[in-house]
């Protein structure tokens, strides 16, 4: 593989991502290089719309794309927002208001324990999909702490640990994140498949 698209419109997620796959392949660009269209999500898991955000992507410029989806869930609330995430921010987003209607809904709740999941499609010009999936445990914290990160960052602590994603450097939220567990899959299938 010469070129990779990283069919996202996140910033943060293309920071991570651009890092996290240093060296895999010669040439990376993003969605917004390629001015590729942000496609409706409407599906329920995170597998079915990281994948729908590949192929859209692949479809539309013919190179090998890599579509991230991925949220907050929250034990408490049942899993939400999940695959929700980005919409609980809203039009422009603001992860401020998404963050105090985590925090408003789960009230006095004494469970605040969540995770993070990332599900990365992988969609080839000719056709296969390939999805590899991250998660990490921990717990909300009130007030949001940090200006590190993005997203939800502020406000989750991951196991083990006492800072926020949002008090870490981005070197160290990639030694534990949903996301870079995933790109830890993706990066050793690549290398067994000689892609
Ligand atoms: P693309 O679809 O263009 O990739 P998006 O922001 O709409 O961008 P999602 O639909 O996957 O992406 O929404 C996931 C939301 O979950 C995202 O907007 C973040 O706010 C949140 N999220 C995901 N990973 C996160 C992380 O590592 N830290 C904080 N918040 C995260």
Redesign the pocket.
């Known amino acids: 593989m010469k070129t990779l698209v990283l069919a996202?419109?996140?910033k943060?997620?293309i920071k991570e991502l651009t890092a996290l796959l240093d060296g895999l392949v010669p040439e990376i660009k993003t969605a917004e290089d390629l001015r590729l269209i942000?496609p409706p999500?409407y599906g329920t898991t995170f597998i079915e719309?990281a994948t729908m955000?590949a192929v859209t992507a692949m479809r539309a410029c013919g190179y090998a794309c890599l579509?991230?989806?991925?949220?907050?869930s929250v034990n408490a609330l049942n899993g939400e927002p999940g695959v929700y995430?980005?919409d609980w921010?809203g039009h422009p987003r603001d992860?401020k208001m998404a963050m105090n209607l985590v925090n408003d809904k789960l009230g006095d709740a004494s469970d605040r324990s969540a995770y993070?999941t990332?599900v990365l499609a992988l969609a080839f010009p000719d056709g296969r999909v390939e999805t590899f999936e991250g998660r990490v445990n921990g717990t909300l914290c009130w007030p949001p702490r940090g200006l590190e990160?993005?997203?939800?960052?502020p406000i989750f602590i991951p196991q083990g640990h006492d800072k926020t994603?949002g008090e870490m450097l981005l070197e160290e939220k990639q030694g534990m994140?949903?996301?870079a567990f995933a790109t830890e899959k993706l990066v050793e299938y690549i290398k067994n498949n000689n892609h």
Do not use: V, W
């Not at 579509?67 to 907050?72: I, P, Q, V």
């Not at 990160?149 to 960052?153: A, C, I, T």
């Open positions: 996202t419109h996140n943060g997620k942000e999500e719309n955000k579509a991230d989806d991925s949220g907050l995430s980005a921010a992860f993070f990332s990160g993005f997203g939800y960052d994603f994140s949903h996301r």
